[in-house]
T-cell receptor, first 112, second 114 residues
Framework: SQQGEEDPQALSIQEGENATMNCSYKTSINNLQWYRQNSGRGLVHLILIRSNEREKHSGRLRVTLDTSKKSSSLLITASRAADTASYFCATLNTGTASKLTFGTGTRLQVTL | DAGVTQSPTHLIKTRGQQVTLRCSPKSGHDTVSWYQQALGQGPQFIFQYYEEEERQRGNFPDRFSGHQFPNYSSELNVNALLLGDSALYLC?????????????FGAGTRLSVL
């Protein structure tokens, strides 16, 4: 079963705008990761945030984590057409060793 | 340095048949996980192999089985195919149980069951 929900399910913005996607999960986690998937192919790891961290940056990506609300957000700043993809959060849950549990994903469309 | 490779890329089968999917992990990785991704959904964990043994399993029936070879490559077998098995099957590799567990994914095998 999926870990939780991501919203919005779909997001359409213009190039240069910021994109924010949210992820909710259900159980205690060791870390939360964000992955990108282009056109239904393989997933690419973007960024990881540990359960004891609140914010992480990597280039144009900013991730926040609120463990009290069991939620995370991914912000992509100054979006580009090449950012068009589906974005998934995935949690490494406490006590499940190295099994990742994915959310339902957000489809991002960046137009020129 | 080759990443995770999967074969075949596409496969068409009929109900009741059996299928084998293959995966070669990224160099230096010894843990292989398999995921099933239905259209419009996130990947769902099938099972994970390490040291040629199944270490964790998701909520999938026994029709789904796997194997890991001494060179760390892996196979996913699905017996008695159902229409609902149509999906993208993703293989991911990672180094031995790390605290981070960042997984590296292959491009997937798209299975269509008719």
């Amino acid at each position: 079963s999926q870990q939780g929900e991501e919203d919005p399910q779909a997001l359409s913005i213009q190039e240069g705008e910021n994109a924010t996607m949210n992820c909710s999960y259900k159980t205690s986690i060791n870390n939360l990761q964000w992955y990108r998937q282009n056109s239904g192919r393989g997933l690419v790891h973007l960024i990881l945030i540990r359960s004891n961290e609140r914010e992480k940056h990597s280039g144009r990506l900013r991730v926040t984590l609120d463990t009290s609300k069991k939620s995370s957000s991914l912000l992509i700043t100054a979006s580009r057409a090449a950012d068009t993809a589906s974005y998934f959060c995935a949690t490494l849950n406490t006590g499940t060793a190295s099994k990742l549990t994915f959310g339902t994903g957000t489809r991002l469309q960046v137009t020129l | 340095d080759a990443g995770v490779t999967q074969s075949p890329t596409h496969l068409i089968k009929t109900r009741g048949q059996q299928v084998t999917l293959r995966c070669s992990p990224k160099s230096g990785h010894d843990t292989v996980s398999w995921y099933q991704q239905a259209l419009g959904q996130g990947p769902q964990f099938i099972f994970q192999y390490y040291e040629e043994e199944e270490r964790q399993r998701g909520n999938f029936p026994d029709r789904f089985s796997g194997h890991q070879f001494p060179n760390y490559s892996s196979e996913l077998n699905v017996n008695a195919l159902l229409l609902g098995d149509s999906a993208l099957y993703l293989c991911a590799s990672s180094p031995t149980f790390t605290a981070k567990n960042i997984q590296y994914f292959g491009a997937g095998t798209r299975l269509s069951v008719l």
